[in-house]
């Protein structure tokens, strides 16, 4: 580069950024969810009166001109009269600011305050996610509604359905005790007896007693009869359509849940993604559910089946819940630090043949790998299963990893939402823009060609009616308010949209206004016999209060709109008070520089 101080790379992070509707990109509008958030304070009683009136409430919320919380309070009066609001959120998380002698007037404005508080943190981590992500210039604002509202602008994003997964990550981490394949298969075959029963039900009674009786599995052939549904299921045999759709009528559940038959390690059983969600009401339903044990949960791996080529199998694991109030024995706040590395074969240290994994710095590690040495510890985010190593022994210095089948861009987004914190309650995308790249070069092509309409015209303007000299001097200081305008907006790093363009040729004509107030002046100074110096000394004085007075306002007028105003209207004040400043500096001052040098 020719000035030597700086690099390439880094003249382009100074050069001007385009805002989403001239580069294109992503608008969203993301709602943090207040009755989660308002569950999640009363630590998610079973209370039938708050579940109702929380419910109502969230219902109402969009159509009724009140918040949540105004909406839950008049609801769950209505219900349950008598009670009151201390009662519901005396609780561990809230016990240095309500107690049971609370009032309701107390407790909501606690309440108020911790569902700010909720909104401001997930701010928070959303802007911390999105730094990390790289997007230029993203704009993140807080709508200040009642609803939680968050909006996103991103610029240039070429990826939505991975900002989509990043935005609404909850970062709900767990470590999760396993059980072994073996010792879960007798409980998937008396489930899938159970299921077989429940499902004859609805067809005819003999028949289905016939059913019953001829093919009730024993849990000593899990073995075998896993072996002939997986050669069913895979085509391996002869077995005709009809086979098939007996097989998964006698086994509705083995049919599509292949039991893993090692028998060894977390996984518990294999199935087709077309599956899974049959397999999911399968397990939800409490016939089922009373046939495994009471700490058993089953958790889908995040990604395919690393053995199948077409990327269609998932695994299913066994976690073991211990704790009593069902929640993992160690959470995401025991991570001090996560970062996205690779690991590298040997001596070979190429990026293509290295693999991302996330490397995690723990608390209270030591203990959880102690009490399960020679079992594997399930880690899981949001409700996946992202790796289960087994531990080999006990792990003091706190230090792990996450190991899977990344992309380097999901290890990155993975490390940046377990290092951003967890979200207070979840965000949910209620609105969602995307501007395409030819949509933005159409509003480039169209801001320019208005700009420099604007420009000429008013040049030819001031050099008609004021001499090509006096012209040229006043359009001399358009030029450069232009570059000073645009040196700005690169120094603050600021984003130049289409209603930016709006202000800066807004601005220019004010700058013109200005000398058209000093020279209008002066004509009348040179009318009433004064020489040129003198007319214009006080050509330039006498038009100062009237053109400070004007600029002033505009610029008290800018500064409103950039408080109040969102994305566009903050663009437009932007390069409004901007050009104001610098015409004012350039139309004043510098053209008398001018004037008064020659």
């Known amino acids: 580069v ?19 509707d001239l580069k294109g990109g992503m608008n969203v509008i993301l709602e943090v969810s207040v009755p989660d958030v308002i569950k999640a ?27 949540v919380i105004t909406l839950f309070i008049r609801e769950y009066h209505r219900i349950a009269p008598d009670a009151s609001l201390s009662q519901l959120f005396a609780t561990q998380q809230l016990k240095d600011k309500v107690n049971q002698k609370s009032s309701d007037a107390e407790v909501e404005k606690v309440l108020r305050e911790e569902v700010k508080a909720a909104v401001d943190n997930s701010f928070n981590v959303l802007r911390t996610r999105i730094d990390r992500f790289g997007v230029v210039q993203p704009n993140i604002q807080s709508l200040e509604d009642k609803m939680g509202r968050i909006m ?20 709900n981490l767990e470590f999760w005790e396993t059980y072994n394949a073996k010792d879960v298969a007798s409980y998937l075959q008396s489930a899938d007896a159970k299921l077989r029963a429940i499902l004859a039900t609805t067809e005819d009674a003999a028949e289905a007693t016939d059913s019953v009786a001829a093919e009730a599995p024993a849990v000593a052939q899990a073995t075998s009869t896993t072996d002939s549904l997986a050669a069913a299921l895979k085509g391996e045999s002869k077995t005709q359509a009809a086979d098939l759709e007996q097989i998964k009528k006698e086994h509705p559940l083995l049919a599509v849940l292949q039991v893993n038959p090692s028998g060894q390690g977390p996984v518990v059983g294999y199935a087709n993604y077309k599956d ?42 066994a976690i073991k819940s211990t704790e009593r109030n069902g929640r993992a024995p160690l959470e ?82 993975l490390a940046n939402v377990l290092k951003s914190g967890k979200m207070p309650a979840p965000a949910h995308i209620v609105q969602e823009d995307i501007v395409g790249p030819s949509l933005g070069q159409a509003s480039i092509n169209a801001g320019i060609m208005s700009f420099v309409v604007a420009l000429i015209l008013l040049m030819i303007y001031m050099c008609s009616m004021y001499g090509f000299i006096p012209g ?34 807004l601005s ?91």
Not at 288 to 305: N, Y
Not at 484 to 505: K, N, P, R
């Open 276 to 317: 899974t969600a049959d397999i999911n009401k399968y397990l939800s339903m409490p016939e089922i559910q009373a046939e495994m044990p009471k700490d058993l949960r089953l958790k889908w791996d995040v990604s395919p089946f690393e053995y199948d080529p077409k990327a269609q199998t998932f695994e299913l694991y």
């Open 508 to 598: 220019l004509g004010m700058a013109v206004d200005a000398n058209v107030l000093i020279y209008e002046r002066t004509k009348e100074e040179l009318r009433a016999g004064k020489g040129v110096k003198k007319a214009l000394a006080d050509g330039y004085s006498n038009a100062f209060s009237a053109i400070f007075d004007s600029n002033l306002t505009s610029i008290i007028t800018g500064i409103i709109l950039f408080n109040f105003g969102t994305g566009p209207i903050r663009g437009f004040a932007t390069t409004l008070i901007i050009g104001i400043l610098i015409s004012f500096f350039t139309a004043v001052f510098m053209t008398r520089l001018f004037y008064e040098h020659f």
């Open 2 to 20: 020719w000035f030597g101080n700086w690099t390439l790379k880094q003249c382009r992070e100074m050069e001007i950024s385009l805002g989403l």
């Open 41 to 67: 304070l009363a630590d998610n009683k079973s209370d039938e009166a708050f579940n109702q009136a929380l419910a109502t409430a969230a219902k109402q919320a969009t159509t009724s001109q009140d918040d």
């Open 152 to 171: 996103v602008e991103l610029p240039g994003i070429k990826e939505p359905e991975r900002v989509r997964k990043l935005l609404q990550g909850s970062a």
């Open 332 to 413: 995401g706040d025991v991570v001090v630090n996560a970062k996205d590395e690779f690991d590298h074969y040997g001596k070979r240290v190429d990026r293509r043949q290295s693999v991302p994994h996330i490397c995690l710095f723990f608390r209270r590690w030591a203990q959880l790998t102690k009490q399960n040495v020679g079992k594997a510890i399930a880690i899981v985010l949001d409700g996946y299963v992202y790796s289960a190593p087994n531990v080999n022994q006990e792990i003091t210095g706190g230090n792990s990893q996450i190991t899977g089948h990344f992309t380097p861009e999901q290890a990155k987004d």
């Open 472 to 505: 040229m001097v006043a359009n001399g200081a358009l030029i450069l308010n232009l570059f000073f305008t645009l040196g700005i907006l690169s120094s603050f790093q600021a984003a130049l949209t289409m209603s930016g363009i709006a202000g800066m040729v």
